[in-house]
């Protein structure tokens, strides 16, 4: 019942879009015309295989305290590092890019890269977890729209933001990995988390785009499994799309991903289709399915054109999505059966490649407009603003009630929204809880960002949970090596699917072992590569 009335609501949406009012503010956070970086000197920036500003397009896009930071994967040749961050309280529309970490964890743009090393390939998605640590995504693919060279096999790296170092590696087993997968996007579930566990319990969702499905990773027991449903799968009615005057064909399959976790309900949508699905939390967590049963999808409804970015709220069970050829962004309650258009604008929203309610601020909706179809058409404008971090306030429900800024630690709030189109936060500068850093390291240089003088002050909270509760930083502790040789039922269920035949051996990786940057910290410990210890105690390590 739900499918037929959102799939009504949204055909009459489409059809009165361009004429109605639309109501919510659409803010534009920053905007530019092409990326740039942060690149040290002896780069080879002129290289066009090493740097094309051209070929390099954002996917993906997660809000933090103090920065907002921005996967580009290695789409095509050109890409000098898929994972960078810039501060949230910087000035001017189009800051330059900071490589994140630093560049040592991008030598795989220099094509001379070592996979048993720390470092990132290709990042589609990040997301960032309750104890403010990074999840990056790693698909491990280069050039996945050129020659789709499998550079490394897909990984996901753990950072903790207080100290920016890698906490934790995680490899996926063969078993889960098909010789075309391509992982796109990822959804952490902390609802059964416990807080003593610092968030190394929690389930985590991943789409195969190319070889479509849903890997489970279960981070408590350190268990991977696969599903997949023919709601996965491309449509082929649905290959093209066509964003005001311009149509492309693209057949991917499920990359749109989102969470419900009051409902325990993981949304998806592949690209090439009109329509959106649910399957619950407690069938993916199940482990992989027998051989002949059938994963319980369901078909929630129809959109009206295909579309990429999907967000669900905290709370109240919203749907946030944006379809290609309204250039808009919708939302849909399944459980009021309310519907409503928050955004039409021709120039800023076109296609919004993702979508985020980031606990760390309170009630905004952003998105992330790339205009990937003139990139992917090679008719992109170097004199338009192609790509664009947008902000619409008072959508989403938080997750817990606000705090009050009284009890904020310092530096983390209020924010200062202006009357201009953008926005000022103020420096992260360290709580008073937090232990002082030894006197041998010297102290970074905070300085908090001054509110404007003519600026109409509206505060709102964060969601502070942690930081309230002085639990970071955490101490962290090395995790057990965990044998992996040993057969598990999870891998020989594996859903039933049998791996694609070898046809010829893996490629070796790398350059006689040979890499061009050195490693982060020299003085991690790989457990035999399956993890890595975890960061020094955040009072003995300097910030990046």
């Known amino acids: 019942m739900y499918g037929r009335r959102f799939g009504c609501l949204v055909a009459l949406a489409s059809l009165y879009l361009v004429g109605s009012e639309v109501v919510s503010k659409l803010e534009t956070v920053k905007q530019w015309s092409f990326l740039t970086y942060n690149f040290p000197w002896e780069f080879p920036a002129n290289q066009k295989e090493f740097y094309n500003p051209e ?20 789409l095509f040749s050109g890409v000098p590092a898929t994972l960078s961050s810039i501060p949230r309280g910087s000035q001017g529309d189009s800051p330059v890019l900071q490589a994140y970490p ?15 090393d720390i470092g990132l390939v290709s ?3 990040i997301r960032i977890d309750s104890c403010n640590r990074l999840w990056a995504l790693d698909a491990g693919v280069s050039r996945s729209l050129e020659d789709f060279e499998v550079t490394c096999p897909p990984k996901i790296l753990v950072y903790d933001l207080h100290t920016d170092q890698v906490v934790r590696r995680i490899d996926f087993p063969p078993e889960v990995v098909r010789r075309e997968s391509l992982y796109t996007n990822i959804i952490i579930d902390e609802t059964t988390s416990r807080p003593e566990n610092n968030c190394d319990d929690v389930f985590v969702y991943i789409t195969d785009t190319v070889a479509p499905g849903i890997v489970v990773y279960d981070s408590g027991k350190d268990l991977t499994w696969r599903v997949s449903h023919p709601a996965m799968y491309p449509d082929p009615d649905f290959s093209e799309s066509t964003i005001l005057e311009h149509r492309f064909t693209l057949m991917d399959g499920v990359v749109g991903l989102a969470f419900d976790p009051e409902a325990e309900i993981v949304y998806f949508q592949p690209l090439a289709t009109d329509r959106l699905f649910s399957v619950a939390t407690s069938a993916l967590r ?32 919203t749907i946030f999505y944006s379809p290609f050829t309204e250039t808009a962004v919708a939302s849909w309650n399944p459980r009021t059966n309310e519907h409503a258009i928050l955004a039409q604008d021709q120039e800023r929203l076109q296609f919004a490649a993702d979508i985020r ?30 790509t664009r971090i947008l902000r619409i306030d008072g959508l989403v429900t938080p997750t817990a009630p606000s705090v009050p800024s009284a009890l904020l630690p310092s530096g983390f709030g209020p924010t200062y929204e202006t009357n201009s189109a953008y926005y000022s936060l103020p420096a992260v500068t360290p709580s008073s809880q937090f232990k002082p850093l030894p006197q041998t390291v010297p102290l970074p240089n905070y300085r908090p960002a001054p509110a404007p003088s003519n600026a109409h002050v509206k505060p709102y ?24 040789t040993k057969n598990n039922p999870f891998f020989v269920l594996n859903s039933g699917e049998k791996p694609f035949p070898a046809t010829r051996q893996r490629p070796q990786y790398g350059l006689n072992g040979e890499i061009f940057f050195p490693k982060i910290n020299h003085h991690f410990n790989d457990f035999n590569g399956l993890r890595y210890a975890k960061s020094l105690r955040a009072n003995l390590t300097a910030n990046h």
């Open 123 to 125: 990042v589609y998605r």
């Open 461 to 484: 909270a964060f969601i502070q949970n942690y930081f309230v509760n002085s639990k970071q930083p955490y101490a962290y502790e090395p995790v057990p090596i965990i044998d992996k």
């Open 55 to 74: 070929n390099i397009v954002a996917t993906g896009i997660e809000v933090g305290y103090d920065r907002i930071f921005i996967a580009t994967p290695r």
């Open 286 to 317: 199940s482990g992989p399915l027998p051989f002949g049963k059938e994963l319980p999808v369901k078909l929630v409804g129809r959109k009206s054109s295909q579309g990429i970015g999907l967000a669900a709220s905290p709370r109240g069970g």
């Open 357 to 386: 309610t980031p606990a760390r601020d309170g009630t905004a909706l952003y998105i992330l407009t790339s205009r990937f179809h003139r990139f992917f058409l090679k008719n992109v404008d170097g004199n338009d603003f192609n």
């Open 102 to 116: 630093d560049w040592s964890h991008h030598a795989a743009g220099t094509k001379q890269y070592n996979c048993s």
